[in-house]
């Protein structure tokens, strides 16, 4: 399908919606995490909201790819009853999900790193370092410098070397999964990482308690194409890339963020997700 046919489909079945963006400055911005803080974030930063188009990606599924669009729309069961059991997500369900990568990606070797459950119900989704709701600010996971600084924390650096050194292709991956179904509130759009300039990904300062990570938010630009599935169910997942070793023209970077529906039920049940962080590894 060509990119004309794609945009006329996504155009024909979208909504709008306001999305949270950085403003740009001349300084580096920088955020205190909820770790950090034990709270809400406390930015150092200004956002600003703006209306976009977000089309319904679920008549497209089949043509979207992890390294054409940045993200796929994939129907995956799990057997786990109950993802607020920590015991459970990270025996049974990080099994079901490098069984799914490996099927999907052809991946060699799969490191699960995290874990985070996101609530909107106003106090948040529990997980071991406190509650999380969701991220409103449409962001990217890692960047240029923090996705080869993820790939030495868990493999060391030796390892990390041979591998950068090597033929292989190391991808970070974020899964993302309704824990109940349908979702009504707080859904996730994603853009189309072929869409967004180098320019409009702004590095972004991130404290934790024992070291500091790196983040892109995103400026916003006119030209963004942007995305949602509708009703999302606990049979479906997002695999959405945040970081790509081969810099040959495929996508990279996949900006990402939650957004309040236009048409929002007023009785809509809250929005409950789990979202795993993974780094694959591809090696012939």
């Keep these: 399908m060509n990119q004309a046919v794609l945009e006329s489909a996504r155009i024909s079945t979208g909504l709008r919606a306001a999305l949270t963006f950085i403003a740009p400055s001349a300084k580096k911005p920088v955020f205190e995490s909820s770790a950090y803080t034990g709270g809400a974030p406390r930015l150092y930063f200004e956002t600003e909201r703006h209306t976009v ?10 043509t979207l790819s992890l390294d054409g669009h940045g ?16 015991t459970a997500v990270e025996t049974r369900y990080y099994r079901e999900i490098e069984a799914l990568l490996r099927g999907v990606m052809g991946a060699s070797r799969i490191v699960i790193f995290d874990a985070t459950r996101r609530s909107d119900d106003g106090a948040g989704a529990q997980n071991r370092e406190g509650t999380r709701g969701p991220a409103s600010r449409v962001h990217v996971d890692y960047t240029e410098k ?11 650096a030796a390892e990390a070397g041979r591998l950068m050194d090597s033929a292989a292709r190391i991808v970070q991956i974020n899964v993302w999964r ?49 995305y949602h599935a509708p009703e999302m169910e606990a049979d479906e997942v997002l695999l959405i890339k945040g970081w790509d070793s081969l810099a040959d023209g495929r996508a990279r970077f996949t900006p990402h963020g939650a957004f309040d529906l236009p048409d929002m039920k007023a009785d809509a049940a809250p929005r409950e997700s789990i979202e795993v962080r993974t780094l694959v590894v591809i090696e012939d």
């Design 53 to 62: 188009e977000i089309a319904d990606m679920r008549p497209l599924a089949g």
């Design 71 to 86: 993200f796929e729309l994939r129907r995956s069961k799990t057997e786990v009853t109950d993802l607020y059991d920590d």
């Design 146 to 156: 923090s996705g080869p600084q993820r790939v030495r924390d868990f493999f060391g």
């Design 178 to 226: 309704p824990i109940r179904g349908p979702v009504q509130r707080s859904p996730l759009a994603v853009a189309d990482a072929a869409s967004i300039r180098p320019e409009d990904l702004i590095a972004t300062d991130q404290v934790f308690p024992n070291r500091v990570g790196e983040i892109y938010h995103l400026a916003y630009n006119p030209a963004q194409r942007w």
